[in-house]
């Protein structure tokens, strides 16, 4: 049974830095696509960052970019998302997520939530201003 489990939400002040971990079990990751999603409060679930098996393709929504950096250690199964500048707007339940469809060319098949098959309960992330 596959199994993606995250970790490292909490609650920090806006200037500050958080690390979030995702891992996957179940079957061999390190073949496919791992992706960052959040959802706030009555918004709907958006696409944070995502990240090619090698590592060498990586995606991240404007929002982020700068800030956060996404990463992989296949060996662990593991992806981590290092926040750092956090904003009250990053306040958000952050949920991994492994892509294990057929690649195609395209950012989307790396950014659509509808790609990803395999989902974790998410990690809550709090920002104070």
């Known amino acids: 049974q596959v199994q993606v489990v995250e970790s490292g939400g909490g609650l920090v002040q806006a200037g500050g830095s958080l690390r979030l971990s995702c891992a996957a079990s179940g079957r061999t990751f390190d073949r496919y696509v791992m992706g960052w999603f959040r959802q706030a409060p009555g918004k709907e679930r958006e696409f944070v960052s995502a990240i090619s098996w090698s590592g060498a393709t990586i995606y991240y929504t404007d929002p982020v970019k700068g800030r956060f950096a996404i990463s992989r250690d296949n060996a662990k199964n593991t992806v981590y998302l290092q926040m750092n500048s956090l904003k009250p707007e990053d306040t958000a339940v952050y949920y991994c997520?492994?892509?294990?469809?057929?690649?195609?060319?395209?950012?989307?098949?790396?950014?659509?939530?509808?790609?990803?098959?395999?989902w974790g309960q998410g990690t809550q992330v709090t920002v104070s201003s």
């Open positions: 997520a492994v892509n294990i469809r057929p690649f195609y060319s395209g950012s989307d098949y790396f950014t659509a939530s509808n790609n990803y098959d395999y």
